[in-house]
């Protein structure tokens, strides 16, 4: 699977995104069940590369250790479920549609919220990836595109699609049980604006799962990575 590259989906121009053809070209050639999966969440904290590791091609989206955003936009990548399925299962038209958004809270690059909109609109399978820790900037990136996308007209009988939010904490060195993220979002706190981000959360996504993900090198990072791809696919 080494030869899959992801294609341009959503670029920019200064202030202005476009939808690159290269992209789109790749999502209309599709046929049968496609299953969306959207990455978002923090600048540099390894969505690219867990998106590869997804699709079985460790180069599929271009990621890197460097300090400077890598992505740009939303980059795209279509593979057959049967072919990176470990238990054998999906017909040859189903088809995974891995989306690499841009990473949010970098102060080395652009934050633009409409990246994160438009993959919420469109993934089945929201995986939102923190840097090192669960933190309350993090929930309120994910609720800020929450609450844009509550703003998008959709067209009378459309409904968005049933979404399952995927919340891994990647490069993670504290311990974590499976059930952190129901905990976090059952806290109640004296802020009407923090409960109300925790109430957001818990409404738009009633199927929800949490992972970790430790430095790379760790004992437990393969295991980490395949449990992760176990699941999406």
């Known amino acids: 699977m080494s030869s899959l590259k992801a294609k341009p989906l959503l670029k920019f121009a200064g202030n202005a995104a476009s939808l690159a053809p290269e992209g789109l070209e790749l999502v209309r050639e599709l046929g049968g069940h496609i299953c969306p999966i959207i990455f978002v969440g923090d600048g ?9 590791c997804l699709v079985d091609a460790e180069d599929a989206f271009v990621s890197s250790d460097s300090a400077e955003s890598v992505t740009e936009g939303i980059d795209v990548l279509a593979v057959p479920v049967s072919k990176i399925s470990d238990k054998g299962f999906g017909e040859q038209d189903e088809h995974l549609l891995v989306m690499d958004c841009e990473g949010g809270n970098n102060a080395m690059a652009a934050i633009r919220t409409l990246v994160n909109v438009f ?3 469109l993934g089945s399978q929201v995986v939102f990836v923190a840097n090192g820790m ?15 996308r509550s703003l998008v007209r959709l067209e009378e009988g459309t409904q968005l ?10 490069k993670n060195t504290l311990r974590y049980e499976g059930s952190a993220l129901e905990k976090i979002l059952k806290q109640k706190f004296d802020d009407p604006g923090r409960q109300e981000l925790r109430d957001t959360v818990r409404e738009c996504f009633p199927s929800r799962s949490f992972f970790t ?4 090198g ?4 393969s295991e980490s990575v395949r449990s992760v791809r176990e699941h999406l696919v």
């Open 161 to 170: 699609p049933t979404q399952e939010l995927v919340f891994v904490v990647n």
């Open 218 to 221: 760790m004992p437990s990072f």
């Open 119 to 121: 993959g919420l609109l």
């Open 44 to 52: 540099r904290s390894g969505k690219s590369y867990l998106a590869s």
């Open 134 to 148: 669960a933190t309350e900037q993090a929930l309120q990136t994910l609720g800020m595109s929450l609450a844009a």
């Open 213 to 216: 993900v430790p430095l790379m």
